[in-house]
């Protein structure tokens, strides 16, 4: 099985809160957009953080808000081998260097873990830093069923300090 492969950052200088996720699903590399299955709630989350309704919105300005409110996204992982989108399946996974990364992000303040295997990779990197929070998420996936849409909700809510 041929790896997949992860997409460039959506970032720009003045990037305060990076959120991470763990390698993009088969409907998200076959569109080449983050977050692009139907059942993957990260554009409804954080539309109800930001108080916009960026679900139904054209990709290209999904990126474009959430880079006007310091939000960047990216994957801990480069590539991996994975049979579907489940994150319990990936192996052979190739970790991307986040420490040199986030250190070319001058207004970084804050980064989020969307999900278990995102935040393991992530703080196995990143260690306790002072100079970061550092903060884990329920998955936004919709195979992350035993956490209510309303609980990730409240817990999304805490990206609101890092929030422009």
Same mark, same amino acid.
């Given at each position: 099985?041929?790896?997949?492969?992860?997409?460039?950052?959506?970032?720009?200088?003045?990037?305060?809160?990076?959120?991470?996720?763990?390698?993009? $699903?088969?409907?998200?590399? @076959?569109?080449?957009?983050?977050? /692009?299955?139907?059942?993957?709630?990260?554009?409804?989350?954080?539309?109800?953080?930001?108080?916009? /309704?960026? #679900?139904?919105?054209?990709?290209?300005?999904?990126?474009?808000?959430?880079? @006007?409110?310091?939000?960047?996204?990216?994957?801990?992982? %480069?590539?991996?081998?994975?049979? $579907?989108?489940?994150?319990?399946?990936?192996?052979?996974?190739?970790?991307?260097?986040?420490?040199?990364?986030? /250190?070319?992000?001058? %207004?970084?303040?804050?980064?989020?873990?969307?999900?278990?295997? @995102? #935040?393991?990779?992530?703080?196995?990197?990143? $260690?306790?830093?002072?100079?970061?929070?550092?903060?884990?998420?329920?998955?936004?996936?919709?195979?992350? @069923?035993?956490?209510?849409?309303?609980?990730?909700?409240?817990?999304?809510?805490?990206?609101?300090?890092?929030?422009?």
């Amino acid at each position: 099985m041929p790896p997949k492969f992860a997409f460039p950052p959506s970032v720009d200088a003045s990037t305060r809160l990076l959120i991470l996720g763990s390698l993009p $699903g088969d409907v998200s590399i @076959a569109r080449q957009e983050y977050y /692009a299955h139907r059942g993957n709630a990260f554009w409804a989350l954080i539309g109800d953080v930001l108080g916009e /309704a960026l #679900a139904g919105q054209p990709y290209p300005l999904r990126l474009a808000r959430l880079q @006007a409110r310091g939000v960047g996204l990216w994957d801990v992982m %480069a590539s991996a081998t994975r049979p $579907g989108s489940l994150d319990s399946a990936i192996s052979d996974a190739d970790v991307r260097d986040l420490g040199g990364f986030i /250190a070319a992000l001058p %207004a970084l303040q804050a980064v989020a873990f969307n999900g278990k295997m @995102a #935040a393991l990779h992530g703080r196995r990197q990143l $260690g306790d830093r002072d100079d970061l929070a550092l903060i884990d998420l329920p998955s936004s996936s919709g195979a992350h @069923a035993t956490v209510s849409r309303g609980q990730k909700v409240q817990a999304w809510r805490v990206l609101c300090d890092w929030i422009v």
